[in-house]
Every structure is written in C-alpha cells, then in structure tokens.
C-alpha cells in the first residue's frame, strides 16, 4: 500500500437507500474531521457527481442525522453516468474540486460504477457495502439489511393475526430481487410455514403439499415470497395455489418500499459507523479500489472485483431450520 497525501475526500449515497445511510455519512465526516481531512458531499449520486452539484461538509452539518432513515445527500439513478463520457465528466469535476479520493456508500451497482471510474481515471475509492439486500460480497452484514428485516418482521406479524383470526392463507412478498436474504431471516424470525427464494428452485406442487398437510392442525398460514422468486412473485403463486386448492381463502400483501424506509436499528447504526470510520482509516493507510466490509466481526477490506463479481449464499443453516420450526 501507498501513503499518497489525503487533503480532502469526496462522499455519495448512490442505489436505492437504505436506513444507516446517514449514520455512514456522519461516521465518514467526523472520522475525516477528527484526522485533518475535509470532506465534500456530493448531492445526487452519480448524477451529481456528473453534474458538479458538490457542498461542504463539516462535523455540525452531520449532527442530528445518525437516527434517520434515508439519505441527506439523496439518491438518484445517472444514465450520464453509465457512459464513458459521463464518468470523464466525474471524474474531472473531483479533480477540479481538488478531490484526492472517494467513498461510494451503496450496493453492488454503486460499486461497479466505482470501479469503473477507477479503471478508467485511476480514482482513489473506497466503498461502503450499503443495501438492503444483504448480498454483497465481502462483508457478513451490509447496511439497511437488519432494519428492514425487522420492518418485514413487524409487518408479518400483523399479518399473522388476521390470517389467525379468518383461517387465512397470507402471501407476503417482500424485496429481494436477486437474493432472499431478507425472505429467509424475516420467515425464520415470524414463524412462517413456507419460504420461496430465487436462490433454490420450489415448486408450487411441493408448497401445496406443505399448506394441506399443515392446515389440518393450524389456522391460518403465512408464505414468504422473495420478489425474485422464478415463480414470477406473490401475486402469480397465490394465482398458482387458488387454482389447485379453490377452497382456500388467500390474501396476498406486498411490503415493497417500506422496508427501505424509517429510523435504522441498534445494529444499523454501529455497522454503519464502524464502515465509515474503516472507509477514511483506511484512505489514510493507502487502502483503496476496495470495499469496507465486517467479517466474523472483523474489519476487512475486499477488492471491488471480487466484491462485485461474487455473490453471498444464503445461510443454508437457517433455511435447513425453516421446516423444523414450522411444523
């Protein structure tokens, strides 16, 4: 590693946002604060990274901010961005800004465009593993997924009652477009009898199986469907189910948005804190093209090629317990 002199760092939210996003940009402003280092926010992602829509950040502009949800800079989609033409615009406003480095707070699409800017700019990046999807490679927990596995949790149990009360069958879909990280977590933590994730091929005769065979002795059943599911979602297996059992009574409910929103979790708020600080430390160690993550609690640093490239499995653990617990 290379100790190249760090004046001033640039920071953006970019991806949909996740709840420990704001606590990540307080960690990274204070963190830079407290060794010398100023920090630019740049507003809008990419997009404004493209744009030059910058603004100075100091320790009092980040006060107040750790316990909510969202992102004080914002988020937004830069199809600029995706162009060679619109990352040699980025990169030359950071350069004009007398910007010495990066930290990108996001998920896998964040990162890639990371290191695109990287390779084609040599820019000095550090991500933050930042979605609510959990399935970005390099770190055991990314920001947002433990607050919205609790919102997805609150939400089921709600449910519960009322498919309880009238001996109903819930579909519940929640995010998860390509990992059921939250599908699999939130089923295990609400009780619910069945579980249906991109990650492992279902059919919708062996979840049929499992709700008659069940029925007999419980009222009312709860089937988590994550939004990747091959099936084609909560809406079409529901369809799927009604068809070969008419009899049953089925409701479907889709979380959708909510689970990105509202004040992040205990856990949320130290792990985003945690990365923020080891994104700057690290900056300053000469760390760089990489992404903060935490494994087996530990502080690591995961090259953006190999974050991006490889996928998380799901906890096989947890998903053998499903079965045993719903019985």
Do not use: W
């Amino acid at each position: 590693m290379i100790r190249a002199p760090l004046h001033r760092l640039a920071l953006l939210t970019s991806g949909g946002d996740a709840p420990g996003m704001n606590a990540a940009i307080r960690a990274v402003v204070r963190t830079a604060h407290f060794n010398g280092v100023k920090v630019t926010g740049v507003m809008d992602g990419y997009d404004g990274l493209v744009n030059g829509t910058l603004r100075e950040l100091g320790p009092r502009d980040v006060g107040n901010i750790i316990q909510l949800g969202g992102t004080m800079l914002r988020s937004a989609r830069s199809d600029t961005f995706r162009t060679s033409e619109g990352r040699a615009k980025a990169a030359k406003n950071l350069r004009d800004a007398g910007i010495d480095a990066l930290v990108t707070v996001g998920g896998n699409g964040t990162q890639s465009g990371a290191k695109a800017l990287i390779e084609e700019h040599n820019i000095r990046i550090i991500g933050i593993a930042s979605t609510i999807d959990n399935d970005l490679f390099g770190t055991d927990r990314t920001i947002g997924f433990d607050t919205a596995c609790n919102t997805a949790m609150q939400a089921i149990d709600r449910l519960r009652d009322t498919a309880s009360s009238h001996n109903r069958i819930f579909f519940v879909e929640v995010m998860g477009r390509d990992a059921g990280f939250i599908a699999v977590r939130t089923a295990l933590a609400s009780g619910a009898e069945y579980v249906m994730v991109p990650e492992r091929k279902e059919s919708v005769d062996e979840l049929v199986n499992v709700l008659e065979s069940r029925s007999k002795h419980k009222a009312g059943s709860i089937v988590i469907v994550a939004e990747g599911d091959e099936e084609g979602g909560a809406f079409r297996i529901a369809a799927k189910v009604k068809e070969r059992c008419p009899h049953y009574d089925i409701r479907v409910s889709v979380l959708g948005h909510l689970q990105r929103g509202g004040s992040p979790t205990v856990s949320d708020r130290v792990l985003a804190s945690r990365l923020g600080v080891a994104a700057v430390e690290g900056l300053i160690a000469g760390e760089q093209g990489c992404i903060a993550g935490i494994v087996n609690d530990d502080m690591v640093y995961t090259p953006f090629r190999n974050a991006i490239a490889k996928r998380e499995r799901n906890d096989q653990y947890l998903v053998r317990l499903l079965p045993i617990l719903a019985v």
